[in-house]
Antibody, heavy 118, light 112 residues
Framework: EVQLVESGGGLVKPGGSLRLSCAASGFTFSSYSMNWVRQAPGKGLEWVSSISSSSSYIYYADSVKGRFTISRDNAKNSLYLQMNSLRAEDTAVYYC???????????WGQGTMVTVSS | QSVLTQPPSVSGAPGQRVTISCTGSSSNIGAGYDVHWYQQLPGTAPKLLIYGNSNRPSGVPDRFSGSKSGTSASLAITGLQAEDEADYYCQSYDSSLSAFYVFGTGTKVTVL
């Protein structure tokens, strides 16, 4: 079964750091670009970051640029998001998602909740 | 900040047809980039509904259809069913310096 499972979310104080992980299974992880997408409580979807299959190309939304770092370990079939200098507005459910040939996000994880609060 | 605009809500009775618009600009939909649609049921992760403007992934009922014209796209649901009550989002690529992938503002579909 093709599956993505996120972990690492939790409660963190403003200015703190957190590292999210996304474990992939059921497909050749190293062949696909991957993304992080977040959704604040009661709000819409926001693209956060993208990484190509070999990590050659990395992109960030302006809202997280300079604070978040996306990475992957193809040997471990894992995607990561290092989040530093966290702000209250970063509070959201964070999803990892696979990108298919049309640039659509065809597989999503169940999400992990990040709460930034003092 | 979303650059693709959708109506906040649409509603219809069971069996009716509803459409959801997605309006972009010359840096995304108008530039020829594909539009994709997602369905998000309450408390769950989004699910790909339409890809490449009008293609349905395996398992998606043919009641769902997509189209694109100019700087806009549309999702149509025919034969509306109670289980279609959900949030729907469009998504595309944006070539401007401040964006890469962009999502629509989202539309809540209510089955009356």
């Amino acid at each position: 079964e093709v599956q993505l499972v996120e972990s690492g979310g939790g409660l963190v104080k403003p200015g703190g750091s957190l590292r999210l992980s996304c474990a992939a299974s059921g497909f050749t992880f190293s062949s696909y670009s991957m993304n992080w997408v977040r959704q604040a409580p009661g709000k819409g979807l926001e693209w956060v970051s993208s990484i190509s299959s070999s990590s050659s190309y990395i992109y960030y939304a302006d809202s997280v640029k300079g604070r978040f770092t996306i990475s992957r370990d193809n040997a471990k079939n894992s995607l990561y998001l290092q989040m530093n200098s966290l702000r209250a507005e970063d509070t959201a459910v964070y999803y990892c998602a696979r990108v298919e040939v049309y640039d659509a996000f065809d597989i999503w994880g169940q999400g992990t909740m990040v709460t930034v609060s003092s | 900040q979303s650059v693709l605009t959708q109506p906040p809500s649409v509603s219809g009775a069971p069996g009716q047809r509803v459409t959801i618009s997605c309006t972009g600009s010359s840096s995304n939909i108008g530039a020829g980039y594909d539009v994709h649609w997602y369905q998000q049921l309450p408390g769950t992760a989004p699910k790909l509904l339409i890809y490449g403007n009008s293609n349905r992934p395996s398992g998606v009922p043919d009641r769902f259809s997509g189209s694109k014209s100019g700087t806009s796209a549309s999702l149509a649901i025919t034969g509306l069913q109670a289980e279609d009550e959900a949030d729907y989002y469009c998504q595309s690529y944006d070539s401007s310096l401040s964006a890469f992938y962009v999502f629509g503002t989202g539309t809540k579909v209510t089955v009356l």
